[in-house]
């Protein structure tokens, strides 16, 4: 039986950018899928000819940008009512929920730019940016700058790793657990110079 | 008084970002060193290498061994530079999605194990294309 990685792969190999367009958008839409890799492996297809690098780091950029910005507006029009019909009516009036929109409001670019190097938190961040009502400047312009990295990063990675991407998974890995790191620690420092900024005015 | 409690305040967060500041370390060197050997095998660019390894010239006999099941002949055609005709008629396929079909789809058809259908196909490559250097 093929993985789902493997499936989506013959996919790409198939239905070539149209693939790439469909699980790069569903996967920053709702759809847990395996973009990365997938990212990755059309560089490393790239690197074998049988696709061009400028159109799959553009194809990729697009489907990307597009999914993120789909779901911020899917959410910003539905506002808080996103999260009622699936049943979660309770967590929109728990405390959690109002420190959370708090945190968001007050770090939006920070959170915005590094979700999208982690899956599964990207789609996260771009409901809960549209539902709480991050203003549409900030978040189109950190998505476009947030997922032109993305992109750079995981496409020309595979680009240059050539036949070699399947062996060193790992190394991409790693990049997201530095990336990450270097976000929670821009956090802190963020949330930090916001504490005294607001002590020393208080 | 006032002042040393607000700096108390500031304490978990200090430490969070020192223990923060530790992880960055951590993982920057752990993925530099995979960086710095990948760079000296030649995949990834750096001072004085900008370029990457490989070109888009057809793969050669020494790749055969990454093929993998995934693979649609589509793709095997063309990056090894095969004739179109070539897998389809050495493996007697007669299905219409061809070349748009996977080994591992070619091999659940023809009832046969997967890895078995690759090693044949990677044979067949070999026989076809010659190793590099060789004339």
New interface residues.
């Given amino acids: 039986m093929?993985s789902l990685l493997?499936?989506l792969?013959?996919f790409l190999?198939?239905y070539k950018y149209v693939a790439l367009f469909a699980i790069s958008f569903l996967a920053v839409l709702i759809l847990p899928l395996p973009a990365s890799g997938i990212l990755v492996a059309s560089g490393a297809?790239a690197?074998?000819?049988?696709f061009q690098i400028t159109a799959v780091l553009l194809t990729a950029f697009v489907a990307k940008v597009g999914g993120s910005t789909l779901g911020y507006f899917i959410a910003c029009y539905l506002g808080e009512n996103f999260f009622h019909k699936p049943g979660l009516r309770h967590f929109v009036r728990s405390r959690l929920f109002r420190k959370l929109k708090m945190y968001i409001l007050s770090f939006p670019r920070t959170i915005i730019f590094f979700s999208r190097f982690i899956a599964e938190v990207g789609p996260v961040t771009n409901v809960l940016s549209g539902v709480m009502n991050v203003p549409r400047r900030v978040f189109v312009t950190t998505v476009l700058f947030g997922e032109l990295v993305y992109v750079l990063m995981y496409g020309l990675t595979g680009?240059?790793?050539?036949?070699?991407w399947?062996n060193?998974l790992?190394?991409i890995a790693?990049?997201v657990?530095?990336m990450?790191?270097?976000g929670?620690?821009i956090n802190?420092?963020e949330?930090?110079w916001r504490?005294?900024h607001l002590?020393y005015h208080s | 008084m006032k002042h040393v409690k607000q700096n108390q305040n500031f304490i978990p967060l200090y430490v969070a970002l020192v223990v923060a500041l530790l992880w960055v370390v951590a993982s920057a060197h752990i993925f530099f060193s995979h960086y710095e050997m990948l760079y000296q095998r030649g995949y990834l660019p750096g001072p004085g290498n900008w370029r990457p390894a490989h070109t888009t010239d057809p793969l050669t006999n020494t790749d055969v061994e990454q093929l993998k099941p995934w693979a649609t002949f589509a793709f095997v055609n063309k990056v090894y530079a095969l004739p179109p005709r070539y897998l389809e008629n050495a493996l007697l396929i007669s299905d219409i999605s061809y070349p748009d079909i996977t080994i591992e789809e070619l091999a659940k058809m023809q009832a046969i194990p997967a890895p078995v259908l690759l090693h044949t196909v990677q044979e067949l490559i070999r026989a076809r294309i010659l190793p590099p250097g060789t004339s």
Avoid: D, H, P, T
């Fill in positions: 093929l493997g499936y792969l013959s190999l198939v297809l690197s074998q000819g049988y680009y240059f790793l050539g036949a070699e399947e060193n790992l190394f790693k990049a657990m530095l990450v790191s270097l929670v620690s802190i420092i949330w930090i504490r005294k002590s």
